[in-house]
């Protein structure tokens, strides 16, 4: 178990350089270079860009506008989770550099869109947004740390791993569509208000939707969560026999 954990620790405690240095040799080869740099690779590193953007829009733009530039984004950015991998198979530019990509990706959309909607989230569901954006969020660190230690053996992705992620980008794009709608509607909420009409809110609606949305994305993601750490947990047993 000493050595498990010593070859655990010196996979994490690489500098930066020592993880990068493979990368840059490889973009220095043309031939390398030319299967790094596929169609397909390129629009996977779009939607990593495309993370960080979501949190420029709230800092670059004003609201209403931010909730617009970001929910742009996002929604852009996961549609393209399907783009990439359909590229990839059609354009016959499957690569290593892809796999390794597309659930980086994937996380850091998640990672970043759960914050955005943490940080704005409107209306009187505080706690029950967090606690499914804390099971999601745990359970990706905790995969992808356990994929880190277990280093060159692949934990193949499931099928019901990618309803989870398609479940959970849903949801996320649907929790971010709330202030964009919300704004949208204020005009038509104020010709109710003077005119003593009964309406429900749009927005709210929406905003529900997503929550349980969200909910069962963070019941997926459990699933398979214990599913990934059963069978790592089978292979961390197999390498101490």
């Given at each position: 178990m000493a050595a498990l954990a010593a070859?655990?620790?010196r996979r994490f405690c690489r500098g930066p350089r020592a993880c990068l240095a493979p990368f840059f040799r490889a973009c220095s080869n043309r031939a390398m270079a030319a299967r790094i740099w596929t169609?397909?690779?390129?629009?996977?590193?779009?939607?990593?860009a495309a993370a960080p953007g979501i949190a420029l829009a709230f800092w670059v733009f004003e609201r209403p506008l931010a909730d617009q530039v970001a929910l742009a984004l996002f929604m852009s950015a996961a549609l393209t989770d399907f783009?990439?991998?359909?590229?990839?198979?059609?354009?016959?530019?499957v690569s290593e550099l892809g796999k390794m990509l597309d659930p980086i990706a994937d996380k850091a959309m998640v990672f970043v869109g759960l914050g955005a909607v943490l940080a704005f989230a409107r209306g009187p569901y505080p706690v029950e947004l967090l606690l499914p954006a804390a099971v999601i969020l745990v359970r990706e660190a905790l995969v992808s740390g356990l994929r880190e230690?277990?280093?060159?053996?692949?934990?193949?992705?499931?099928?019901?791993?990618?309803?989870?992620?398609?479940?959970?980008?849903v949801a996320i794009g649907v929790l971010l569509s709330v202030h964009v709608i919300a704004v949208g509607e204020g005009e038509l909420v104020q010709r109710h208000i003077e005119r003593g009409e009964q309406f429900i809110l749009a927005s709210e609606l929406v905003e529900l939707f997503g929550l349980y949305l969200l909910w069962i994305a963070?019941?997926?993601?459990?699933?398979?969560?214990?599913?990934?750490?059963?069978?790592g947990v089978a292979h961390i047993s197999a390498m101490e026999e």
């Open positions: 070859r655990g620790a169609v397909p690779n390129l629009v996977t590193l779009a939607r990593i783009l990439d991998g359909w590229l990839a198979r059609r354009l016959g530019q230690f277990l280093g060159d053996v692949k934990l193949a992705v499931t099928r019901l791993a990618k309803w989870k992620t398609t479940v959970q980008m963070a019941v997926l993601t459990a699933i398979t969560g214990v599913d990934y750490f059963r069978k």
